[in-house]
């Protein structure tokens, strides 16, 4: 006797961003999602392919392409009570949504006292690493986790970017959420269509370590566990962080690591100076210096817009260049 059944099939991260989106879309009449070519046509990564189908023109809303726009009617929107996903459609194209961003979406609250929240997510294909142009490649996160009053959110993994991106669309205030458009496709998750959502503000351990913390968030997640399984072959253990919420920081898990490492690598693809992780460098030489027995090592990209294809991949943060690091890190000590 056969028996069938109907486990969820193994999806990718840009996948668990559609699903993410249709689960909200039906379940909430106030979601929108609107962007340029996000309807007939899906998106420029088809995060929103089939939606416009399935959902319509009033839920589904091609706009023009004029991202400041775009960004005015996501706040107006969300200020009256609906709850907009806008897409920026590449992270370099988010600059004329600054304006709205900072001095609106996040300042909602604060400057009603209350009386408005601007419960809108903006979805950003993020960072470098699939041969684009550099307004295409940015990885220009650490501008936004500057703005009191804005969540920021990266999730590395299509069970997080499911979870995550259902928590974000349910917050009361904006959240910007960079989706690490390299690995929208590398590999894939079961991912159940449960409207589970992750929480946020948290940093998720995905492994467990003794001699050396290792921090990072969005694509480089990749590489920091492919040098952490290198670490072990020479006898390092290596604990890794997905820091996933860069604003507001989960400070406490990363300080909890290397309380029993005494060491931390942190790893990002951004510039080095006045990246994310120059902040959580300062707040471990400030809150936990006395747990460190070796200085704070960062592994970054350049202090240079980021290259043409051909040295794309030089530029961005290699297993090497971690390993590297976190070798330093222990002959420090």
């Not at 604060?110 to 699939?130: F, N």
């Not at 989960?250 to 510039?271: K, L, M, N, Q, Y």
Request: glycine share 8%; charged share 25%; proline share 6%.
């Amino acid at each position: 006797m056969s028996t069938t059944t109907n486990a969820p099939a193994a999806i990718t991260l840009i996948e668990a961003i559609t699903q993410a989106l249709a689960y909200e879309i039906r379940a909430d009449d106030s979601v929108v999602v609107l962007g340029e070519d996000v309807g007939v046509n899906g998106g420029v990564f088809r995060a929103t392919a089939g939606l416009h189908a399935q959902f319509g023109s009033d839920r589904i809303i091609d706009t023009p392409l004029d991202e400041t726009t775009i960004a005015g009617l996501t706040v107006g929107m969300a200020s009256q009570g609906m709850r907009p996903v806008a897409e920026a459609q590449f992270d370099g194209f988010m600059y004329p949504m600054v304006d709205f961003i900072v001095c609106h979406a996040a300042r909602m609250r604060y400057r009603t006292r209350g009386r408005l929240t601007c419960p809108m997510v903006l979805r950003v294909p993020w960072g470098g690493g699939i041969r684009a142009p550099e307004h295409h490649s940015e990885a220009n996160e650490a501008i936004f986790t500057n703005v009191p009053g804005l969540r920021v959110v990266m999730p590395s993994s299509p069970q997080r970017a499911y979870g995550m991106l259902l928590a974000a669309i349910r917050e009361p205030d904006p959240v910007i959420f960079f989706e690490p458009k390299r690995i929208y496709r590398q590999y894939k998750e079961v991912v159940p269509d449960d409207g589970e959502a992750l929480p946020l503000d948290v940093c998720y351990v995905l492994r467990d370590g003794t001699d050396v913390t290792l921090v990072t968030w969005g694509a480089q997640v990749k590489e920091t566990l492919e040098a952490a399984d290198k670490l072990a072959e020479e006898g390092i253990s290596a604990e890794v962080i997905d820091v996933a919420t860069l604003r507001p920081l989960d400070f406490d898990t990363i300080a909890e690591s290397v309380s029993r490492t005494g060491r931390c690598v942190i790893v990002h693809e951004a510039p080095k100076t006045a990246g994310f992780g120059a902040e959580i460098a300062a707040r471990l030489a400030e809150e936990s210096m006395y747990d460190l027995v070796a200085p704070v090592e960062r592994v970054t990209g350049y202090d240079t817009h980021i290259p043409l294809f051909r040295l794309e991949m030089k530029y961005l943060p290699s297993v090497e260049r971690v390993v590297e690091a976190a070798r330093r890190a222990m002959a420090a000590s």
